[in-house]
Nanobody, 125 residues
């Protein structure tokens, strides 16, 4: 049974940092695409960053240079380090995975079929 559990969210001021974690179990983490998504109130869920089976990463333009996605296969964990946070980063953040094996993984929600419960990130101005 595949399960994902996010943690590390919180409330910070603009310019601050947070590191989100996603604990994965029930599957071979190192052989699957992993990604972070976020959803603000009243808006659709959108991709933020992804990491492939070999560690290659993708980011949406608005977070490039500020966010870093990484994985620790030994601990079965996925991370998202968020620096220089902005109010527009405020959202519920979700980690996701699928059975796909790819060098560069998708940033569209349709590509993923297993989701965590989410962790809230709030950035004040």
């Amino acid at each position: 049974q595949v399960q994902l559990v996010e943690s590390g969210g919180g409330s910070v001021q603009a310019g601050g940092s947070l590191r989100l974690s996603c604990a994965a179990s029930g599957y071979t983490y190192s052989r699957r695409c992993m990604a972070w998504f976020r959803q603000a109130p009243g808006k659709e869920r959108g991709g933020v960053a992804s990491i492939g089976v070999y560690g290659a990463t993708r980011y949406i333009d608005s977070v490039k240079g500020r966010f870093t996605i990484s994985r620790d296969n030994a601990k079965n964990k996925l991370y998202l380090l968020m620096n220089s946070l902005k109010p527009e980063d405020t959202a519920m953040y979700y980690c996701a995975t699928d059975s796909s094996v790819s060098t560069y993984c998708s940033l569209t929600s349709r590509a993923y079929n297993v989701w965590g419960q989410g962790t809230q990130v709030t950035v004040s101005s």
